[in-house]
């Protein structure tokens, strides 16, 4: 168990809907990080979240916001969905800083029909 | 900017064959690199990692991973294969050097298949 925890496992909605996936990091971990998985772009990295501050964006998609609330929490807000959204989204913490690991979640699986 | 390469898309051993799963890096500093293992519906789980101390790394379930410099290479091996180790395997380089945020920059991946 990594102490990230991603809610909910798995989403099946219809394009041009909006959803929120939900991540709670390990307690003490600051950064939060949101990544795509697909089988045909792998691990994207999308947006890293550090005490409530943006601190890098990846290939995040303008219809794709993301925030990290003051309990550290994050959520990560996709909208106007279209089919090549579906994938397994992941979050992981860290406690910060470049020799650190990520710590993942067991992602959301989204299901856009 | 740092980049990682893993050579084989899939590699298949043997139970209880030598486990070799190859990773090359490029890096505008000294890098801090990481291995990961993914099972089936579940999230990457941290197998070693490399932040500038000893070149041979050991880390869980009997794997471990040499850094050559020389050679910009981080392979991972594993001296005897279990089925338990078939997943997908993930080299990782840390992004420290361009923006020191701590985002982690994957591979491809590497789909090991263990046969009986």
């Known amino acids: 168990d990594s102490g990230v925890t991603q809610t909910p496992k798995h989403l099946i909605t219809a394009t041009g809907q909006r959803v929120t996936l939900r991540c709670s990091p390990r307690?003490?971990?600051?950064?939060v990080y949101w990544y795509q998985q697909s089988l045909d772009q792998g691990l994207q990295f999308l947006i890293q979240?550090?005490?409530?501050?943006?601190?890098a964006k990846g290939n995040i998609l303008e219809r794709f916001s993301a925030q990290q609330f003051p309990d550290l929490h994050s959520e990560l807000n996709l909208s106007s969905l279209e089919l090549g959204d579906s994938a397994l989204y992941f979050c992981?913490?860290?406690?910060?800083?470049?020799?650190?690991?990520?710590?993942f979640g067991n992602g959301t699986r989204l299901t856009v029909t | 900017a740092q980049s990682v390469t893993q050579l084989g898309s899939h590699v298949s051993v043997s139970e209880g064959a030598l486990v070799l799963l190859r990773c090359n890096y490029s890096?505008?500093?000294?890098?801090?690199l990481f291995w990961y293992v993914q099972y089936p519906n579940q999230g990457l789980q941290l197998l070693l990692k490399?932040?500038?101390?000893?070149?041979l790394v050991k880390g869980i379930n009997g794997f471990e991973a040499e850094f050559k410099k020389s050679e910009t290479s981080f392979h991972l091996t594993k001296p005897s294969a279990h089925m338990s180790d078939a997943a997908e395997y993930f080299c990782?380089?840390?992004?420290?050097?361009?923006?020191?945020?701590?985002?982690?920059?994957f591979g491809q991946g590497t789909t090991l298949q263990v046969k009986p």
């Open positions: 890096s505008s500093v000294p890098p801090y």
């Open positions: 307690s003490g971990d600051l950064s």
């Open positions: 490399y932040t500038s101390a000893a070149t």
């Open positions: 990782a380089v840390s992004d420290y050097g361009s923006s020191n945020t701590g985002k982690l920059i």
């Open positions: 979240y550090y005490n409530g501050e943006e601190r």
């Open positions: 992981a913490s860290s406690v910060g800083g470049g020799d650190s690991p990520l710590h």
